[in-house]
């Protein structure tokens, strides 16, 4: 019976498992991703120093999927089971948009929300001033701060997984090597990260979320980034900005926007 049990829990964990497709770029860089569901499309973009895998678990996923959402979740390039590219041209020219909305293409969404997360949203931003097949979009766990080509916060990272580290910086190289990430790949995604200023962020015509939690404040101000989109709300939720995202609170503010 004990067998029996643990082959069933087996069976089950597989069965709830999404099986990655993946898709070639134009530069020749593939892009693994997940599509489950049928429905009106959501587009999940994970953060940094992580993949898709990281909503698997999440409460908004599952919520996604219940409420009749297809649910497409990439591997942005250099991480998890995409192709990371080692030179500064597979990162530069805002390629991870590029990548984003070629997928969508790939996939013939003729319309889609979509959720970012953290770095995710950083992608996710500049996406929504190019493709205007998105008619929401969720920016979660970021501030305004992104929007300056000059941020001290993303040139830090860079400089970090450049081999000069900082105490700031040193948990998240140490962490990143903890789970075999490839480090050339992660300070490339910080040295050619897309920057979408405010003047862009004026030009965003979906209807926009800006969700982050009460304790997120690296990034800068929520409330400023929501000020700068127009036709955008904000709400704040309880967490930090690794955990807000997993929260039942943040699915139900989300789930509640999209609808």
Known sequence: MRNITLLLSLFSVLQCTAQSA????????????????KGIAVLLIHGFINSGSSWDKTVLKKELLANGYRVIVPDL?????????????????????????????????KQYMAVGYSRGSIVL???????????????????????????????????????????????????ARSIGADLRSLYLQQEYQPV?????????????????????TDNGDPGELQRAIP??????????????????????RIISFLE
């Open 196 to 216: 979408t200023t405010k003047e862009e962020l004026g030009t965003i015509t979906a209807q926009t979320l800006i969700i982050s939690g009460d304790l997120d």
């Open 125 to 175: 931003a500049k996406l929504l001033t190019v493709d205007k097949r998105i008619v929401k979009g969720v920016l979660g766990g970021m501030g305004i701060d992104f929007s300056d080509p000059n941020w001290e916060r993303r040139k830090m990272f860079a400089a970090a997984f450049n081999g000069k580290t900082t105490p700031e910086t040193q948990g998240a190289v140490d962490y």
């Open 77 to 109: 390039r250099g991480n998890g089971l995409s192709d990371k590219p080692q030179t500064k041209k597979g990162y530069a020219k805002d390629v991870e948009v590029h990548d984003m909305k070629a997928l969508a293409d790939y996939l013939k969404l």
């Open 231 to 252: 036709k955008s709300g904000l709400q704040i939720v309880k967490g930090d900005h690794n955990g807000t995202y997993k929260t039942e609170a943040f699915s139900r």
């Open 22 to 37: 993946f898709f070639t770029t134009a530069d020749s860089v593939k892009i693994a991703y997940t599509d489950e569901g």
